[in-house]
């Protein structure tokens, strides 16, 4: 059983700041990305930043220059510093992990399975 829990959503003012962090837990073999969703109310749900196990990173348009995406692999946590925050930016955000739960069989990969967080509330308002 694999868990994501998020934290460190709340209510803050435009041009302020927020950390958000997400933990996995479980019987997890390996994680092979671990990405930042957001869905605001009467939208849907998108993409916000990602970044797969080399440590690469990929950001939106929209909060390019002003999120930064990080990991800890020793913790399978990662953490999205959200910097100079907009009303725009409110949504509930949500963490996604893919991950295997165990090594390869011979010869072949080992299935990829795609867990969620419960989502974080993160208000822009003054």
């Known amino acids: 059983q694999v868990q994501l829990v998020e934290s460190g959503g709340g209510l803050v003012q435009p041009g302020g700041s927020l950390k958000l962090s997400c933990a996995a837990s479980?019987?997890?073999?390996?994680?092979?990305?671990m990405s930042w969703y957001r869905q605001a109310p009467g939208k849907e749900r998108e993409l916000v930043a990602g970044?797969?196990?080399?440590?690469?990173?990929s950001y939106a348009n929209s909060v390019k220059g002003r999120f930064t995406l990080s990991r800890d692999n020793a913790k399978n946590t990662t953490y999205l510093q959200m910097n100079r925050l907009k009303p725009e930016d409110t949504a509930v955000y949500y963490c996604?992990?893919?991950?295997?739960?165990?090594?390869?069989?011979?010869?072949?990969?080992?299935?990829?399975?795609?867990?969620w967080g419960q989502g974080t509330q993160v208000t822009v308002s003054s």
């Open positions: 479980g019987s997890i073999f390996s994680i092979k990305a």
């Open positions: 996604n992990a893919d991950l295997t739960l165990s090594g390869p069989p011979p010869g072949a990969r080992a299935p990829i399975f795609s867990y």
């Open positions: 970044i797969i196990s080399g440590g690469s990173t």
